[in-house]
Nanobody, 123 residues
Framework: QVRLVESGGGLVQAGGSLRLSCAASGRTFGGYAMAWFRQAPGKEREFVAAISWSRSRIYYSDSVKGRFTISRDNAGSTVYLQMNSLKPEDTAVYYC????????????????WGQGTQVTVSS
């Protein structure tokens, strides 16, 4: 079992920045690909970014490419999402996800989910 806990959400003005963190605990973090998803009110959960264990493969959705950066600290069992140039349409609950297969972690069916952290961007 892998437990994921997100933090770092909050209220920010358009154009501002936030850094989300996802701390993993429980079963060894080793080998897990990690991803961030988000879900806005009334919308389906959507993929935001993913990173492989080795950091050799990184993926972004078109809507955040060039503004968001995913990274990870394997020693600290933490994955980050640096969000810059935030827009009101980035408002959502952001979820961290983990799976041993990066192809799976990019879908909406990874093995493990965090509880989510709210990000609100005001115009």
């Amino acid at each position: 079992q892998v437990r994921l806990v997100e933090s770092g959400g909050g209220l920010v003005q358009a154009g501002g920045s936030l850094r989300l963190s996802c701390a993993a605990s429980g079963r060894t973090f080793g080998g897990y690909a990690m991803a961030w998803f988000r879900q806005a009110p009334g919308k389906e959960r959507e993929f935001v970014a993913a990173i492989s264990w080795s950091r050799s493969r990184i993926y972004y959705s078109d809507s955040v490419k060039g503004r968001f950066t995913i990274s990870r600290d394997n020693a600290g069992s933490t994955v980050y999402l640096q969000m810059n140039s935030l827009k009101p349409e980035d408002t959502a609950v952001y979820y961290c996800a983990a799976d041993l297969d990066i192809a799976v972690v990019r879908t909406t069916h990874p093995s493990y989910w965090g509880q989510g952290t709210q990000v609100t961007v005001s115009s």
